[in-house]
């Protein structure tokens, strides 16, 4: 059951990675197991799938001390996170997708540090002033990225993108393209951040769309587990 869902996905990002000059392998999956139990992650596992995204700290680091034992399982962080609840994060996560402020930043930065460890992350960017959504506004973008490079602890690996809610996914279509045009642009102009390569972008309802202007991750919830409940 499950493995039809991630074979039916699988094809189809396949098909948007080709319509976009790409492969398969050039795409990655995050499947989004939020609110979802420890079974449901074991079944995705077994059908092939290695990297599981969760956005409550809590729920998370349950789940990863569960899975301890599976080999090559990944687990991302995609929520926002609060400063006060930094020192959770220990080495639980290969990729934080949801660095949205310079605050934020410099306190994960003295956590990582302190505990000796540089973390992986993206800068969650809010392109459309969303007043009610996370991520750092497109005014405030170089800023942060100019700070980014006083937090030795922390590596920029890329941008992340929530678009605004529309019916018909393909009113996104102009800012996933905005935003792979941000990606490159800052790509170029920031070349201290080596391994700036991630754009994360596309959800159960629009990951054909992202891929197809430019994601290279993306991050699939229900259309692999289900509806949330
Ligand atoms: C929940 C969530 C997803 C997955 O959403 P689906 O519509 O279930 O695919 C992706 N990204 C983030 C940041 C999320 O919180």
């Known amino acids: 059951m499950i493995g039809?869902?991630?074979?039916?996905?699988?094809?189809?990002?396949d098909r948007a990675a080709v319509r976009s000059g790409r492969r398969l392998d050039d795409i990655t999956l995050v499947a989004v197991s939020?609110?979802?139990?420890?079974e449901k992650i074991i079944d995705a596992y077994n059908s092939g799938l290695r990297i599981f995204g969760?956005?409550?700290l809590q729920e998370a680091v349950g789940k990863i001390?569960?899975?301890?034992?599976?080999?090559d399982i990944k687990f991302h962080m995609i929520g926002h996170?609060?400063?006060?609840?930094?020192?959770?994060l220990k080495d639980y996560f290969s990729l934080?997708?949801?660095v949205d402020s310079v605050h934020l930043a410099k306190k994960m930065n003295d956590y990582f540090y302190s505990i000796n460890r540089v973390q992986d992350m993206l800068i969650q960017v809010n392109l459309v002033n969303e007043p009610q959504k996370y991520g750092i506004k497109i005014e405030e973008f170089d800023e942060m990225m100019e700070k980014m490079k006083s937090f030795p602890n922390l590596r920029v690996r890329g941008l992340m993108f929530i678009p605004p809610f529309y019916d018909d996914p393909e009113m996104n279509r102009g800012n996933f393209r905005r935003m792979k045009v941000l990606f490159d642009e800052t790509k170029k102009k920031y070349k201290e951040f080596k391994e700036f390569d991630i754009l994360s972008m596309g959800m159960s309802d629009d990951f054909e769309i992202a891929i197809e202007e430019g994601a290279n991750m993306v991050r699939i919830g229900s259309a692999i587990f289900g509806e949330r409940v």
Do not use: C, G, V
């Open 4 to 13: 039809d869902r991630i074979r039916y996905i699988t094809e189809k990002i």
């Open 54 to 56: 969760e956005s409550r």
């Open 65 to 71: 001390e569960h899975l301890k034992a599976f080999p």
């Open 96 to 98: 934080i997708h949801s």
């Open 34 to 38: 939020k609110t979802f139990p420890i």
């Open 81 to 88: 996170l609060q400063t006060n609840k930094i020192r959770m």
